[in-house]
């Protein structure tokens, strides 16, 4: 079974570049990511504002047209930067859900749609006049005929299965982010840290890649930094960025404690400017870009300890847990679908 000290080791990088999602897609390589998680604007007609005014974005559009092909050229290179075994996760809701399910059929094909996947949660308001708003759309489609996929697992909730556990099913009933939560950064469509856990780590195999064009403040690479997956973030926002690179910095600090560090005083997960010179703080910048590299060297108590710090609660170390119970019932190696 593979360590996640192993995983960590060989898939400690992260990825942060500012600047137009569509233009940052465009310049990387042709099936190049494992799992493209997108968490776009939802079309809501109006400014998206969190914590502090800096703490938002313009989610108003001309159209419903204008909004659908803004999405339909950011998933047409989605699909060119899959590998043949990739997927990607639209988050979505009932605003746009069922127009975006055609364009990705369009896209990617009928026959590679693997789940609506409905995300529940408690929050939010009501109306008297129709049924509360309490879930929004996860649309998973494969890239080709092969996609990996490791099915994540939950508690069990019936009596004759007490303390055993279950595979999840394509409504995953996670809490959202309330105004108390340790994880919360002020971003306005941030998403907790248990959710995006167990979509990494079902649909991005370990040692892969995980790529976010719309980051936010950085809970997808997060969770894909965390379970040893490398992680590509792209945000507009200089302020989505900075809280990004600071929870993201914050794991690497968390998941390093008790690493040996060299004679020179210079820690492992030393990142590389664009001129060669180490720097120890991992601040390098290229055009925007924010890299961390490194071989991370901690036990699976680390992770834990991280994850928690970030305010992810129980939630997220059932998940790690789970998946570390279905590995060794498992073949070693990734399990693809048909």
Same mark, same amino acid.
């Not at 047409?76 to 639209?90: C, D, F, I, N």
């Not at 939950?154 to 299965?161: A, I, K, L, N, Y």
């Not at 590509?232 to 690179?245: N, T, W």
């Given at each position: 079974?593979?360590?996640?000290?192993?995983?960590?080791?060989?898939?400690?990088?992260?990825?942060?570049?500012?600047?137009?999602?569509?233009?940052?897609?465009?310049?990387?390589?042709?099936?190049?990511?494992?799992?493209?998680?997108? +968490?776009?604007?939802?079309?809501?007609?109006?400014?998206?504002?969190?914590?502090?005014?800096? @703490?938002?974005? @313009? +989610?108003?559009?001309?159209?419903?047209?204008?909004?659908?092909?803004?999405?339909?050229?950011?998933?047409?290179?989605?699909?060119?930067?899959?590998?043949?075994?990739?997927?990607?996760?639209?988050?979505? @809701?009932?605003?746009?859900?069922?127009?975006?399910?055609?364009?990705?059929?369009?896209?990617?094909?009928?026959?590679?749609?693997?789940?609506?996947?409905?995300?529940?949660?408690?929050?939010?308001?009501?109306?008297?006049?129709?049924?509360?708003?309490?879930? +929004? +759309?996860?649309?998973?489609?494969?890239?080709?005929?092969?996609?990996?996929?490791?099915?994540?697992?939950?508690?069990?909730?019936?009596?004759?299965?007490?303390?055993?556990?279950?595979?999840?099913?394509?409504?995953?009933?996670?809490?959202?982010?309330?105004?108390?939560?340790?994880?919360?950064?002020?971003?306005?469509?941030?998403?907790?840290?248990?959710?995006?856990?167990?979509?990494?780590?079902?649909?991005?195999?370990?040692?892969?890649?995980?790529?976010?064009?719309?980051?936010?403040?950085?809970?997808?690479?997060?969770?894909?930094?965390?379970?040893?997956?490398?992680?590509?973030?792209?945000?507009?926002?200089?302020?989505?960025?900075?809280?990004?690179?600071?929870?993201?910095?914050?794991? @690497?600090?968390?998941?390093?404690?008790?690493?040996?560090?060299?004679?020179?005083?210079?820690?492992?997960?030393?990142?590389?400017?664009?001129?060669?010179?180490?720097?120890?703080?991992?601040?390098?910048?290229?055009?925007?870009?924010?890299?961390?590299?490194?071989?991370?060297?901690?036990?699976?108590?680390?992770?834990?300890?991280?994850?928690?710090?970030?305010?992810?609660?129980?939630?997220?170390?059932?998940?790690?847990?789970?998946?570390?119970?279905?590995?060794?019932?498992?073949?070693?190696?990734?399990?693809?679908?048909?």
């Amino acid at each position: 079974m593979r360590s996640i000290r192993a995983a960590l080791r060989d898939s400690a990088t992260w990825t942060l570049e500012r600047g137009e999602a569509l233009s940052r897609l465009r310049a990387r390589p042709d099936a190049s990511v494992d799992l493209i998680y997108m +968490d776009p604007p939802f079309c809501t007609g109006r400014v998206r504002r969190g914590r502090t005014r800096a @703490d938002g974005f @313009d +989610d108003r559009w001309q159209s419903r047209a204008a909004y659908l092909a803004f999405m339909r050229d950011h998933l047409r290179e989605a699909h060119r930067l899959l590998k043949p075994t990739g997927s990607v996760l639209v988050h979505c @809701d009932v605003r746009t859900c069922h127009h975006l399910w055609i364009e990705l059929e369009a896209i990617f094909g009928v026959e590679r749609a693997v789940n609506h996947v409905i995300w529940s949660y408690g929050l939010g308001g009501s109306s008297p006049r129709g049924f509360a708003r309490k879930h +929004d +759309d996860i649309l998973f489609f494969a890239r080709g005929p092969s996609h990996w996929f490791e099915p994540p697992r939950v508690p069990s909730r019936s009596v004759r299965m007490a303390g055993a556990s279950k595979k999840a099913t394509d409504v995953l009933d996670i809490p959202a982010i309330n105004n108390m939560a340790l994880e919360r950064t002020g971003w306005p469509s941030q998403k907790p840290l248990a959710l995006l856990t167990m979509l990494v780590g079902a649909c991005c195999p370990p040692g892969g890649t995980m790529l976010d064009p719309f980051c936010g403040s950085g809970t997808s690479l997060v969770a894909a930094r965390a379970l040893g997956r490398g992680a590509v973030g792209f945000d507009r926002s200089p302020r989505a960025i900075e809280l990004a690179r600071r929870r993201l910095r914050a794991l @690497d600090a968390e998941l390093c404690k008790g690493a040996a560090v060299p004679k020179n005083g210079t820690p492992h997960d030393r990142a590389v400017t664009h001129d060669g010179a180490a720097t120890r703080d991992g601040a390098a910048t290229r055009d925007g870009a924010a890299t961390r590299k490194g071989g991370v060297h901690c036990e699976r108590e680390g992770v834990e300890r991280a994850l928690s710090s970030s305010g992810a609660g129980s939630g997220v170390k059932r998940a790690l847990r789970s998946r570390k119970r279905s590995r060794a019932a498992a073949a070693v190696g990734a399990t693809t679908v048909a």
